[in-house]
């Protein structure tokens, strides 16, 4: 079996979570750095951070990295404004290479993850509701860190199982170092008005694909909630619309997949995987202080999933 | 009366604004159940869905719109992506008549590149809200479940801000609360000025002067009117708070989000000190607007 659905070959270091991906000759995809058009002529959709015409997708980010994506096989790239290679790094392995994936019939989602063993389980959210955090923690309680931001997807391959695939390093804020149990790396960008951090969890997966089996939707008690205290989870389980929607939502660089796949074959992707995969969503606490009560209700969940033995009701934190 | 530009072209935005705790929420609320103009009121969770409305500091809504995370970004260049965030939403809007409202608490400058950060050219107009400061900093500790010396230092601080990096939130620079109502009263575009206690006091003749502005169907319409302020009462609110909780609730806060909604808290709450220290800092502004400057607070009566 092929390791990876494609490689790359770059004129720049991948990070190490991306090597499996990289080749030095022979490659499916070429990056290079080149001439990026700030626009392009007659854009078929477009966006504030990127146009798409005729299988070529253009990408601005604001930090001045630009990428031109074509025909699913090279990307361009530019660095302007004093852009770093940090910077490029972080968009690449993110949206320019979401983009990528998307153009070669793959589904991109935006998910960090865990492993355990050829089962690996996504953890999906609004912004901000701790996805990267909670793997990191999870990684510390027996579930070996898979993926952050993004995981791939063999859409084509759906109907017989959802195989998926990482290609990126953790990534936390420094308030959540401590609470995800894991050490910083060293800062994301190449500027210090950023404040993310690269870091290290207690365990990684050491295989770069697996089998997508449970989808977690985390959202928190902040945005309120009647049927519980603050300190409560609840849990349950998704399906039919509701399924189809939450996932709809966690397609990285939405607009962007949306503009190269097209909304029918990406909601027909989008139904495959919600017949392959068992989806919960997860309410819990946004408060520092019950945060590892949350992760371990999280690893209970994940121990379920795989038994087949989920209990969809609210359930205490520890 | 000053009227907001027409709906016209890109020129679509209303800019529902205010500090924190300045009957914002509930102004949405009052607008949403006049839109609908349904039987039944607009339950407190579906205010976006129901007015067809954005929170400008929203990280969801600004990642749909950019096409790119806001949090692989700067604070600063988020910022400054914004003003095209909302212009693109603007021009990509399929509704022509009734402004798309956006709501924020962010005081009225420019971006870090040097733009306003309410571009004028899409916006029809703003409703500001104005409260007084000494109510504001009760409701505020309460929403932060903070102590009243915090909100008040908060009010006075030329550097207040809410969200940012690992908030669900984009930045919000408030400035202080002068700062701030100077900020929106100057703003280059039609800016209906209302007070939260003049709303209090005559909710429909007010909501009637707002929709007026924004240039709604049925502004005059007494009866359509009455209904949106019977579907907003305030208790009406807190039983659907308590219902079904509300997604706008304080990440800390133990008390709900409609919590007291009445005037004079201010005084009934902070310490004559904490009064005195608010008066320093906004008595001109709380003077312009009508607000007592009396140094009185809960320990003097």
Redesign the interface.
């Given at each position: 079996m092929q390791q990876t659905p494609f490689t790359i070959d770059a004129d720049f270091d991948l990070s190490e979570a991306a090597a499996p991906w990289s080749r030095a000759h022979g490659a499916d995809v070429a990056v290079r750095r080149g001439a990026v058009p700030l626009s392009l002529p007659r854009p078929e959709s477009r966006g504030v951070a990127w146009q798409h015409a005729a299988g070529r997708t253009l990408i601005l980010t604001p930090c001045g990295v630009r990428f031109l994506v074509e025909g699913g096989s090279t990307i361009r790239y530019a660095l302007d404004g004093g852009a770093s290679l940090a910077d490029l790094r972080l968009f690449f392995l993110g949206t320019a290479l979401s983009v990528l994936a998307a153009q070669r019939g793959l589904l991109p989602l935006k998910a960090s993850a865990v492993a355990n063993g050829e089962d690996v389980h996504a953890l999906v959210g609004m912004p901000m509701r701790g996805k990267s955090a909670s793997a990191a923690a999870l990684a510390a309680r027996g579930y070996p860190f898979f993926a952050d931001d993004l995981l791939i997807l063999d859409a084509k391959g759906l109907d017989a199982e959802a195989r998926c695939y990482r290609c990126d390093d953790l990534k936390v804020w420094p308030q959540a170092l401590a609470l995800a149990d894991c050490e910083s790396l060293g800062p994301v960008r190449g500027t210090s008005k950023y404040r993310k951090l690269y870091a290290m969890p207690r365990q990684r997966a050491a295989r770069v694909s697996g089998r997508l089996r449970t989808i977690v939707y985390l959202a928190s008690f902040k945005k309120g909630d009647a049927s519980g205290d603050r300190h409560s989870t609840h849990l349950e389980r998704l399906s039919g619309r509701k399924k189809v929607e939450t996932v709809m939502t966690t397609i990285h660089s939405r607009p962007i997949t949306i503009a190269v796949v097209g909304h029918r074959p990406l909601f027909q992707w989008v139904m495959a995987l919600s017949r392959r995969v068992e989806m919960l969503g997860l309410t819990r606490p946004e408060i520092p202080t019950v945060f590892g009560a949350g992760v371990n209700r999280i690893a209970t969940l994940l121990s379920a999933a795989e038994s087949g033995t989920v209990q969809t009701r609210k359930g205490a934190a520890p | 009366m000053m009227r907001a530009h027409p709906v016209s072209g890109q020129r679509r935005i209303a800019w529902l604004a205010s500090y924190p705790r300045s009957g914002n929420t509930w102004t949405r609320l009052l607008l949403a159940n006049f839109l609908s103009a349904a039987a039944e009121p607009v339950g407190v969770?579906d205010i976006g869905s129901a007015m067809f409305s954005a929170l400008y500091h929203g990280?969801?809504w600004f990642?749909?719109?950019?096409?790119?995370?806001?949090?692989?970004?700067?604070?600063?260049?988020?910022e400054?992506?914004r003003p095209?965030?909302v212009r693109?939403w603007a021009q990509e809007a399929k509704r022509e008549e009734t402004p798309l409202f956006c709501k924020s608490h962010e005081a009225y400058r420019d971006t870090p590149a040097g733009e306003p950060l309410f571009p004028d050219d899409v916006t029809v107009g703003a409703v500001y809200l104005v409260r007084n400061p000494l109510d504001v900093a009760v409701s505020w500790a309460f929403y932060l479940d903070e102590g009243f010396s915090h909100s008040v230092a908060y009010l006075n601080a030329r550097t207040s801000r809410i969200g940012g990096?690992?908030?669900?939130e984009l930045r919000q620079r408030l400035f202080d609360w002068s700062g701030h109502v100077e900020s929106w009263t100057g703003a280059p575009f039609p800016v209906l000025t209302v007070r939260y206690e003049d709303l209090l006091a005559d909710t429909v003749s007010w909501l009637g002067k707002i929709a007026s502005f924004l240039r709604l169907d049925g502004a005059s319409d007494h009866r359509r009117l009455e209904q949106a302020v019977a579907h907003s009462a305030f208790a009406r609110l807190q039983e659907n708070?308590?219902?079904?909780?509300?997604?706008?609730?304080?990440?800390?806060s133990r008390t709900p989000?409609f919590r007291s909604g009445v005037a004079g808290d201010g005084r009934r709450h902070l310490s004559a000190a904490q009064v005195r220290d608010v008066l320093a800092a906004h008595g001109a502004t709380m003077a312009r607007f009508g607000y007592s400057c009396r140094a009185t607070g809960r320990a003097t009566g």
């Open positions: - | 969770n990280r969801p990642d749909s719109v950019a096409g790119i995370s806001s949090s692989d970004c700067t604070e600063d260049e988020a400054s992506l095209a965030v693109f990096a690992g908030s669900q708070e308590d219902r079904e909780g509300f997604h706008m609730r304080g990440q800390y989000f």
